[in-house]
């Protein structure tokens, strides 16, 4: 099979992939994986690709006499897996962790060579060419489908080892940066929820207090703001002098629209569930590339996907222009006086909430399910005086700012990273001055 392909330098050639796999090792997983079975073989399927990754939440266990029959998929560590049903084209690397798993039919198995690296591999399928090259070929009758016979014949850039290993080195060291930045985001969610938990849900200092102790973790104004009793309560017992009370009393729904078409060559920040999905990032578009009437955001806003709550999306835009809108899969939250959106996130985003959220919709398939907008503000939970609102948002406050700032961060590096890969596998870009540029991007970046 014939590609078009860029030169490349001297001492630089394309290989066919199955020339730099073991015999015979190009080949997908499980075809009838049958139901669940709890303590069964987990397989990686397509949903537990992220970022590069293969994560372990949500993962699909098999009989393992099912299994047996994929023992040349059976996953040992250093294979690259690359999905090629569906959502095609996601690669990661095999971890230890993941030695025994196996695969669905929807991903591929490739066992390198001794001589090669996964990561190099890895690196080459992540990038635009051979994306595009596999992307062009993909069946699309049905479901998009990379063909293995395609794969198989896919040419890869090799380096000389020396360079592969810097290249190789360079994008880790970028690709780890990114990583680290999204895990202390995820930390730093944790700590603002799990203060909201204790507070507002578990109510940890009234019982200390009721039982003669200091409530830990905070100074002496702050406990003084929570009472030392309960008192019954519609809600069953909430803090004494709280009311039960519901969503409606912290927050207001945004009504009304506008139509960036109106405005062709006006920049709007468009935040949408694509947008929500690749890294909480706003897409900057022009009015006449936005097809569809948009929600305008307030200057303090939560918003809240009325899709399919099974996967909860609540998005806490930080700071954002003046043109900035959400699509209609968003519901758009402003907090009241008294309120904060830090509040309105941490009660969206808490466990306690989404499962009564999953109440509220229509569908039945997760896919075709929807929240019922009006009945969101309806919600009910315990509501807190005032100042003991503020006190909140004073402390996670900080934390929403340094969250958004890593975020900004992030999206720099990946940028970074995406505009850096195609052109050092090709070897448009050579080592020194790109290890000269990177130096001098990351001291500006972080």
Known sequence: MSFDLPTLPQGWSYVPLEQLAQKNSVTYGVVQPGTHVEHGVPIVRVNNFKEGRVELSDLMRIDPEIEKKYGRTRLQGGEVLLTVVGSVGQVAVVSEAHKGFNVARAVAVIHPQQQVDPNWLALCLRSPLS???????????????????????????MAPEYERGKIIELIGSLDDRITLLRETNATLEAIAQALFKSWF??????????????????????????????????LGLVPMGWNAGCVADIAVQKKGSVNPLASPNEWFEHYSLPAFDSGQSPVLE????????????????????????????????????????????????????????????????????????????????????RVKPGQVLKLRLAIADDSLFIAFADIASPIFELVYANRLKAKTLTQLRDALLPRLISGQLRLPETEALLENMLSEAV
Request: hydrophobic share 35%; aromatic share 6%; charged share 20%.
């Open 286 to 369: 022009h009015g006449e590339s936005i097809k569809s009437n948009k929600t305008p955001l307030p200057e303090e806003v939560v918003l809240l996907s009325k899709l399919n709550p099974h996967i909860p999306r609540v998005w806490l835009p930080v700071k954002h222009g003046k043109n900035a809108v959400c699509s209609t899969e968003f519901l758009a939250y402003s907090p009241k006086a008294g309120g904060s959106k830090e509040l309105i996130y941490c009660l969206f985003s808490s466990a306690e909430f989404q499962q009564q959220l999953c109440q509220l919709v229509t569908g039945t398939s997760n896919s075709h399910q």
């Open 131 to 157: 994306q595009h090259l596999l992307g062009s070929r993909a069946n699309t009758t049905v479901q998009t489908t990379i063909n293995l016979k395609d794969l198989r014949a896919l040419p890869v850039p």
């Open 201 to 234: 849900v578990d109510f940890d200092p009234v019982r200390a207090k009721a039982e003669g102790l200091e409530p830990e973790g905070m100074d002496a104004a702050t406990a003084a703001l929570f009472p030392d009793s309960f008192e019954e309560s519609e």
